[in-house]
C-alpha cells in the first residue's frame, strides 16, 4: 500500500510539471505575434494641441482628419488639455478640419503624414463655425518628437527620378553619408549588407539565407530609410529600409491603367458590333 501510495504521488507530481510546462510553453507561443507585431510598424500618428488667440488650450474641439487619396476620415475630440492624438493612420495625403463652438473653423490643407509621428498644432480664431479659415501651401512640417535621422522617398519622387526597371535600390546611392547602392549599401561608415529590410513594419529577410525581398515602386506608397538613432522597434541594422505599401484608392493608376481602359474600349466595340 506504501509504495502504491508513492508511486501514485510521483506520477501526480510528474503530470504537474509537464502540465505547467505545457502551460509556460502555450504563453510564449501567445505572445511571439504580438511581440512581433509592436517591434515595427507600417502606420502614422498625428497628434497636436488645439489653442484660442491668447494661447489657452480650447477642449472638445471636433478634429476631422480626412485622407485625400482614399476619401476615408476620422473624427476625434480634443480632451480637456486641448489635445488630440489619432494613432493608426495610412500615410498619405491630409486635410484636418478643426470645429469648435464660438470659433471659426480651420481647414489645413496639405498635411503629408509618413510613417511616425507628425505634431500639428492648431490655433482657432473667435467667430462661428459658419466662418472658415483655409490654411494651404505651408512649409514643411518638422518632426520634433525625436533625433532620428531618417529620408522618406513617396511614390511621386520615385516615379519622377530617372531609373532603370522598377526597384527603387539605385536612389539608395542619393542618402547623405551613403557608399555604394542598391541592397548592399553602407551608411554612415557600417558595413555593406549590413541592413533591416521591412515591408510595412515586417521583417522580409530569410533568416536561413540572408536574402531579402524587395518591393518593386508602382506598389509602394514610400520608402522610409533610418540611418541613426532611430527607435528600437525597427530591429538590429546599421540602415532600416521600410517598404511602405500603397493604400486602396478611389481611382485606377499604375503602368497596367492603360490596357485597362484599352480593354474596356473593345468589350464597348465588340458589344456594339454585336
Request: aromatic share 6%; charged share 15%.
Amino acid at each position: 500500500m506504501a509504495m502504491s501510495a508513492r508511486a501514485s504521488n510521483a506520477r501526480k507530481s510528474l503530470l504537474r510539471r509537464i502540465l505547467s510546462k505545457l502551460v509556460c510553453a502555450c504563453l510564449l507561443i501567445s505572445g511571439m505575434p504580438v511581440i512581433g507585431f509592436g517591434q515595427n510598424t507600417n502606420s502614422a500618428e498625428i497628434r497636436g494641441t488645439v489653442t484660442d488667440p491668447s494661447g489657452a488650450v480650447v477642449p472638445n474641439v471636433s478634429v476631422n482628419i480626412k485622407n485625400i487619396d482614399t476619401g476615408v476620415a476620422r473624427d476625434i475630440t480634443t480632451n480637456n488639455d486641448g489635445i488630440y492624438d489619432a494613432v493608426s493612420i495610412l500615410p498619405g495625403n491630409y486635410t484636418l478640419t478643426f470645429t469648435a463652438n464660438g470659433f471659426n473653423k480651420l481647414v489645413r490643407d496639405g498635411v503629408t503624414l509618413q510613417v511616425g509621428t507628425l505634431t500639428v498644432n492648431a490655433q482657432l480664431a473667435v467667430g462661428t463655425a459658419q466662418q472658415e479659415v483655409q490654411v494651404t501651401a505651408e512649409g514643411t512640417l518638422l518632426k520634433t518628437e525625436s533625433a532620428e535621422q531618417a529620408t522618406t522617398l513617396d511614390s511621386k519622387t520615385m516615379a519622377q527620378l530617372p531609373n532603370v526597371g522598377q526597384s527603387w535600390g539605385n536612389f539608395t546611392k542619393m542618402l547623405p553619408g551613403a557608399a555604394g547602392s542598391g541592397i548592399g549599401i553602407a551608411v554612415n561608415g557600417n558595413l555593406p549588407y549590413y541592413a533591416n529590410f521591412l515591408a510595412d513594419g515586417a521583417s522580409t529577410t530569410l533568416p536561413h539565407s540572408a536574402n531579402t525581398d524587395t518591393s518593386i515602386m508602382e506598389t509602394m506608397s514610400e520608402l522610409q530609410v533610418q540611418t541613426s538613432t532611430y527607435s528600437a522597434q525597427y530591429g538590429i541594422g546599421g540602415t532600416a529600409f521600410n517598404q511602405i505599401s500603397k493604400a486602396a484608392q478611389t481611382s485606377f493608376t499604375g503602368r497596367h491603367m492603360n490596357t485597362f481602359a484599352m480593354i474596356s474600349s473593345m468589350r464597348e466595340i465588340f458589344s456594339l458590333r454585336a
